[in-house]
């Protein structure tokens, strides 16, 4: 064959780093955007973050000819969405800034003043570990006992269990230690006796024994103690009444027995274990004004960006300037107007949820009404994946509390009536249903399927379970009480 030539015509679709870095920015949370605008900084001289939120921001004012015009137009972007503009300032007011009077630079006190002192560092929560051991320090013991002790508790699990068996450990101990299975026993009975209670169990019932026999002296403690050496199973099931029998007492005693156990904790050695809270920066902030609902920007959520102006007049004063430092302010300036379009969407997309969830702000969930991301993209004229960009990981700031975007989403069920109604509403009304039920006689699902159906929603049994687990309520013999 011959090699030959051919024309062919074909359309592909290419997106341009701009449009990349804008569909990147738009999946960010606040955090993960405020880590990748800081990270951009450190490379890129052009840029400067602001920590004067509440300062009056100036109009970028500079202009080179090396600079495309399409990149300097921020005119298409709305004015509610420009909460991070360009500044550049005159380079007579940066010569005048960079004036520093002399007589001012050590006027303001030392470090001996109270008003300027070191910030105090908060203290790191002791962990588990750390928490037996400062015990067993103060202890009057031997030294050789206080390291079997410590044996001990390194082989504790983050609920303060000893899971591994005192034969097996006694195996991975060196012979020349010359520890005995009864000297780990003695570590064991000791650290079984240190804070807190339950610490050093092997299982629940012994965790649960250890806190009843360090509680005070009371008349249902030994019962409490009996009932969960033998009877543990019985009373997780509810099955209160083969329990009496059993011990043959009233249901007074079983009341008061069962608020002993009940009270204890399975897992000592959680509390040691919680983490450092982590604190929610809302994205949006509702608002009632003229009796209607609106969604505003949290601006103090926003990073504030400028182009530096030292470099911005250096490049406008140098017509032949680098190349890269031209490459780097368009960057800045881009970066910027993606900020800027990032918030711009976000606030049309709760702009609309708000306005469909009215009801909701003014009620609760059980006037939620049906939505899906579709409906938002419809009314927007947005791509659906744009909107499941930005309803992740953004967080809006209500009086009834802190809900990401993507809460006000959800299936939903036809009603008798032609409506719909909205699977967040029908938990909420599951919710309402079990809080207000008799304790002795708690509603099944098939109940609550038929209260429902009453009200004109049709919900099987099926989807009644489904909704129940997912907002973490036992079924019903499980919520039984006497």
């Known amino acids: 064959m011959k090699p030959t030539l051919q024309l062919k015509l074909s359309q592909q679709l290419r997106l341009t780093p701009q449009l990349q870095q804008s569909i990147r920015l738009l999946q960010l949370s606040t955090l993960e955007l405020n880590q990748e605008i ?61 004036e520093w009077p002399q007589e001012n630079i050590f006027s303001h006190g030392t470090y001996e003043d109270d008003d300027h002192e070191a910030p105090q560092i908060p203290a790191r929560p002791l962990s588990l570990r750390e928490h037996l051991n400062f015990q067993i320090c103060l202890s009057q ?26 034969d097996e450990l006694m195996e991975m101990l060196p012979a020349e230690l010359g520890i005995s299975l009864q000297d780990l026993q003695d570590a064991l009975k000791y650290l079984q006796r240190l804070d807190p209670s339950g610490v050093g169990a092997r299982n629940l019932q012994e965790c649960l024994v250890l806190q009843l026999q360090a509680l005070p002296d009371d008349a249902y403690r030994d019962q409490a103690i009996k009932v ?28 008061a027995i069962q608020k002993l156990i009940v009270n204890l904790n399975p897992k000592p050695g959680a509390q040691f274990n919680s983490q450092n809270e982590r604190y929610i920066v809302p994205d949006i902030t509702v608002t009632k004004k003229n009796g209607t609902w609106g969604a505003n920007l949290n601006m103090a959520a926003i990073p504030r960006l400028n182009i530096n102006h030292l470099y911005a007049n250096i490049l406008k004063q140098e017509h032949h300037s680098s190349r890269g430092l031209v490459s780097q302010l ?20 709760a702009s609309a949820i708000v306005e469909r969830q009215q009801q909701f702000f003014e009620h609760g969930e059980v006037a939620m009404r049906p939505l899906v991301l579709r409906d938002i993209a419809e009314t927007l004229n947005l791509h659906e994946s744009t909107v499941s960009r930005v309803t992740t990981q953004k967080f809006m700031y209500t009086p009834r509390g802190i809900f990401e975007l993507k809460y006000f989403f959800g299936s939903h069920v036809s009603t008798d009536s032609g409506g719909a109604c909205s699977a967040t509403a029908i938990r909420a009304l599951i919710k309402q249903l079990i809080q207000e039920e008799n304790p002795r006689k708690p509603l099944s699902d098939n109940r609550i399927s038929t209260i429902l159906e009453q009200q004109g929603i049709v919900v099987a049994r099926r989807t009644i379970a489904k909704y129940r687990e997912s907002i973490q309520i036992p079924a019903a013999n499980l919520r039984k009480s006497f």
């Open 38 to 98: 800081e990270r951009i900084v450190q490379e890129n001289p052009l840029l400067e973050l602001r920590e004067d939120w509440n300062a009056p921001v100036a109009e970028n004012t500079f202009e080179h000819p090396e600079f495309s015009d399409d990149v300097a137009d921020f005119d298409s972007v709305p004015p509610e969405a420009a909460v991070s503009e360009v500044q550049a300032e005159s380079e007579e007011n940066f010569e005048s800034d960079s």
């Open 141 to 166: 013991i031997s030294e050789r006992e206080k390291n079997i002790i410590s044996l001990l508790i390194d082989s504790l699990n983050e609920d303060g269990y000893l899971l591994q068996d005192l």
């Open 228 to 255: 969960v050496q033998e009877y543990l199973e019985i009373l997780a099931s509810h099955d209160f009444v083969q329990i009496k029998r059993l011990l043959a007492c009233d249901d007074q005693s079983l009341r």
């Open 330 to 349: 368009n960057e800045a300036k881009w970066l910027i107007k993606n900020i800027q379009q990032r918030s711009s969407t976000i606030l049309k997309v």
